[in-house]
Structures are given as structure tokens and as C-alpha cells.
């Protein structure tokens, strides 16, 4: 962005031009200014350098890897990331409950609301590319009492006046620009949001149906517990053991009605959870029926450098750095004398009747030029407040940038470790079913003691619950992998491209350059 010296002699035979006709227009020495207007040119024949410096770009070109460092076999590096993860849990009423919430969430109605106010700021932006008509009408009417003889006077005005101002040096263009970029930034964070609310509602689906089957899981244990402890209470009625046996039965069964006690409390928490990102009270769903799925197809990773164009958080941080950058060349440009051309055409009579039928009509064109000469540096100062923004944000967007490289790397070595946990601890379910079963035989034939029986209860459950739990968690990080990947959660892309190419349409054409580092 730095002006070469070919644009600063063009901009200063503008001028020239401007200066001759604005002589033949209005009575204004010329002589006086010109020394002022040319030390401002001269001063500013330069602009900042914004993004000139490509610091992002080659920061990332640099340290961009070639491929994700963590790479499991069950994961693939395809060029394209899979769409239509939503589809893939084949669940039905988790897709309506969506559907429903994409309408009814409070925040996402919110962030569709910043989106419209942001194109409205655009339409007041671009307004400037048309001249400023205004129309008053004034009528009066005046008593006046002179030598006891009262008079009355009546007089009406109409004018019409235009304001065009020059955009000589493109800071309203800029400002146009600055515009477009926050216009489009907002679509790119409410497409974010959207994606962000699914995942969520999602996230949050599983884990109630996770609170319902531990739920299931308790309430079962506790019934078998109930259960063994009238058959250990008959024995000892009849001699066959010991009160120890009935004492520690009685002891685990309340241990497990409280569990079930407090489970139901984690289900209704997690059922106002679910609630809240719906936007509906109360959740009328079932899920006494509802199974926790186990999906093993292979997730599509695409390439490091597809997140630069595939997130849209990342997309809007580019963009409302390319919006801050425009905004410091407006900065830099209120330095610059501003130009003005007035226009009026008005009339008067002394009544509204005999407006434009005198035939006297009043004209007048008058061109101006405004330049700021003191000001104590606060024009500098702002000039340098939006640099030092430009700055920040730039390096805030680098941050994100290898945040989202490192949310993918955690989420693809997380899903190998769940993996390989959730095997161990599926055969070690097996095992402990069958010990269990085995224990209590063997304890009613008098083989072993219920200490033997109580443990292994103790590690059947264990393993049952923790099989669930994992079952959850590796559905929790599927779901985390399509969103740090910016996965589209519908059956297909079309309705992602349709929203990304509303997003470039705004762009200007030299956004569409810039973003050739994203390929």
C-alpha cells in the first residue's frame, strides 16, 4: 500500500484540475492555498503500509506442515475433508431437535441479527457514491402593530440543496471497503456459530443419552443387588452364612440407590443443558429407548493448509483484519483535504401559493476545500491507534491460525488413544461380566467368600460404566475432529458453497489475490 510516484503526480494534477474549475465557480484565492495543499500532498504521498508486509503470510508459509504429525491408521489425509457428519450418527431425532434449534436459539437469533446490522452499516457506506439532496420548506407569519394599525406579513422559502463530496484520494472507497469486509467477516462468524451450535447440541445429545444409559446401568445393578440380598437373607435365616454377608449386601445396596439418586440428578442437569442451546422448555423427548451409537468409519483429514479456507472462524479473522487495514488507510487519508461541491436552487414568496411562479428562482454551485493544518497531532495519533490495531489483530489472527493446527493434531491423537482404550476395556467388560456370574455361583455353593463376590460386582460395573463413558467420549471427539477440521455437518456440500461464494462475492478483487495464500 505504499503510493508510487507516478500516483502522487497524477493525484496532484487532480488537483490542478479541480483548482481551475473550482476558480470559474466561486471567488476563492487559489494563490493562498496552494502552498498549504501542496505541503499536505507532499507530506502524504505515502500511505501505511497495513499488510504490505505480508507478515502473516509468510509467517505461515513458513511454518505450514505439509501433512498432520499425528497419523493413525484409521485416519486417512485425503484431499477433502468428509461432509455430511451429521448424517453419519443416523440418528433422526438428534437431526430434528437440530433443525429445531438452528430457528430457536437465543444466541444464534443474535449473531443473525449482527449480520443484518452489519449490512445495514454497508448500505449507509456505499451511500457516499451518490450525491446528498435535501428539500426544507419555511413558512411565517408575522403580526406587527404600528400607530395602533396592526399588519400582517407572510413569507414562504423553498430550497433545494445537493452535497457531493469528491472522493479524490478513495477514502470513502476505503471506507466502502472496510464495510464489505466487516459485512462478510459477520457471515463468516454466524456460518462459525452455526457449525458451533450443531457440534454443541450434539455433544450435548450424547451426553444425556449417556446420563440415561449409566442411569439404566445403576437402576439395574441395584435391583440385581436387591435381589441377591433377599436370597443371602434366606440363607442365614436358615444357617447356610454368616450376618457379615447380609451386613455388606445391605451396605452395597444403599450405596448403589444413592448412585441412582444422584444419576438422575446428572440426567435432568444435562437435560436443561440440551434445553438451553434448543431454546425449548421443557425437552420432550424420550431417550429410555435411546443407545449410545459406535461409529468406526474412516474421517477424511484433507491437508493442513485447507483449514486457512475450510473454518470460517479463521475466514473471519482474516477478513476483519482486512477490514482493520482499510480502516487505517481512512486514518491515514483525514489528513488529506476533503472536497465538496454545494449545489442550491430556492425560492421565496409571501405565499405557499406563489412558490416557483415568480419565475424568480435563486441558484447557486459552489465548490470548497477542507484541510486539516493544526490539530495537535490527534490525526497522527489515530493514524498510529489504527496501525498498532492492524498490528494486534494481525498477530491475534496468527494465533488462531496454529490453534486450530493444534486442535487437530490433539483430536487425531486422542481418537487413537480412545480407540485403543475403549478395546482393552470392551474385553475386560467380557471378562468381568463372566467373573461376576461365576462368583456369585461359586459363593452359593460355598466355594468363596462374598468379599470375592462383592469385587468382582464392584469390577463388572466398573468396566460396564467406563465402556459407556468411552463410547460417549470417542463420539464427543469425532464430533471435536469435524469441527476443528471446519467439516460441514450437512449430507452435502452445496448449501457450504453456496454460503462461502456469498462471502467472496463481497470481497473486493484484491481480497481474491491475497487469499491465494490459503491454496
Not at 483484519?321 to 430556492?346: I, T
Request: hydrophobic content about 40%; overall charge neutral.
Amino acid at each position: 500500500m505504499r503510493v508510487r510516484s507516478n500516483r502522487a503526480i497524477n493525484e496532484l494534477d487532480n488537483v490542478r484540475k479541480s483548482s481551475q474549475r473550482l476558480r470559474k465557480i466561486a471567488p476563492i484565492k487559489f494563490n493562498s492555498i496552494a502552498v498549504a495543499l501542496l505541503t499536505v500532498l507532499l507530506s502524504a504521498c505515502s500511505t501505511p503500509s497495513g499488510l504490505a508486509d505480508n507478515k502473516a503470510k509468510n509467517t505461515i508459509g513458513r511454518n505450514m506442515p505439509a501433512q498432520w504429525q499425528a497419523q493413525p491408521t484409521q485416519f486417512s489425509t485425503a484431499s477433502a475433508v468428509s461432509d455430511g457428519w451429521l448424517k453419519s450418527f443416523n440418528d433422526q431425532a438428534l437431526e430434528q431437535i437440530i433443525a429445531h434449534a438452528l430457528g430457536h436459539n437465543f444466541q444464534l437469533n443474535a449473531d443473525r441479527l449482527n449480520v443484518q446490522l452489519a449490512k445495514e452499516r454497508l448500505k449507509v457506506s456505499t451511500a457516499t457514491d451518490f450525491p446528498e439532496l435535501s428539500l426544507s420548506l419555511d413558512s411565517s407569519r408575522r403580526k406587527q402593530v404600528d400607530d395602533n394599525t396592526t399588519s400582517y406579513q407572510s413569507s414562504a422559502d423553498l430550497s433545494l440543496d445537493l452535497r457531493y463530496e469528491l472522493d479524490l484520494w478513495g477514502k470513502l472507497s476505503d471506507q466502502q471497503n472496510q464495510s464489505r469486509l466487516n459485512y462478510a467477516a459477520a457471515q463468516a462468524n454466524f456460518q462459525q456459530n452455526q457449525l458451533n451450535l450443531v457440534a454443541s447440541i450434539s455433544q450435548a445429545w450424547f451426553d444425556l443419552i449417556q446420563a440415561q444409559q449409566l442411569l439404566n446401568l445403576y437402576q439395574e445393578r441395584a435391583d440385581n443387588l436387591q435381589h441377591h440380598l433377599a436370597m443371602i437373607q434366606s440363607s442365614y435365616q436358615l444357617g447356610l452364612n454368616d450376618a457379615l454377608d447380609v451386613y455388606l449386601t445391605k451396605n452395597t445396596v444403599n450405596q448403589e440407590l444413592a448412585r441412582v439418586a444422584e444419576q438422575q440428578q446428572t440426567l435432568k442437569v444435562s437435560s436443561r443443558a440440551l434445553e438451553l442451546l434448543l431454546g425449548d422448555y421443557p425437552l420432550a423427548k424420550k431417550l429410555s429407548k435411546q443407545r449410545l451409537p459406535l461409529i468406526n468409519d474412516e474421517i477424511k483429514l484433507g491437508l493442513p493448509a485447507q483449514l486457512l479456507t475450510r473454518r470460517a472462524d479463521i475466514q473471519a479473522n482474516w477478513l476483519e483484519l482486512l477490514a482493520l487495514d482499510a480502516g487505517l488507510a481512512v486514518a491515514h487519508k483525514q489528513r488529506f483535504p476533503s472536497f465538496n461541491l454545494n449545489a442550491s436552487v430556492s425560492d421565496n414568496g409571501d405565499q405557499l401559493s406563489n412558490l416557483l411562479d415568480s419565475g424568480a428562482l435563486a441558484w447557486s454551485l459552489i465548490g470548497s476545500i477542507t484541510s486539516p493544518l493544526f490539530n495537535a497531532g490527534r490525526l497522527e495519533s489515530l493514524e498510529q491507534q489504527a496501525k498498532l490495531t492492524v498490528e494486534q489483530k494481525e498477530q491475534q489472527y496468527l494465533q488462531q491460525v496454529y490453534q486450530a493446527f493444534a486442535e487437530v493434531e490433539n483430536s487425531i491423537s486422542e481418537r487413537d488413544s480412545l480407540n485403543q482404550r475403549y478395546a482393552y476395556y470392551l474385553t475386560a467388560q467380557d471378562n468381568a461380566l463372566a467373573a461376576e456370574k461365576l462368583s456369585f455361583d461359586q459363593y452359593l455353593r460355598g466355594l468363596v467368600t462374598y468379599t470375592t463376590v462383592l469385587e468382582s460386582q464392584r469390577r463388572s460395573f466398573d468396566a460396564q460404566t467406563i465402556v459407556i463413558q468411552l463410547t460417549n467420549q470417542l463420539l464427543q471427539n469425532r464430533i471435536e475432529i469435524y469441527r476443528a477440521l471446519g467439516g460441514n455437518y450437512l449430507n452435502n456440500s452445496y448449501q457450504a458453497q453456496q454460503q462461502s461464494k456469498s462471502v467472496k462475492s463481497l470481497l473486493p478483487a484484491s481480497f481474491t489475490h491475497q487469499k491465494s495464500m490459503d491454496k
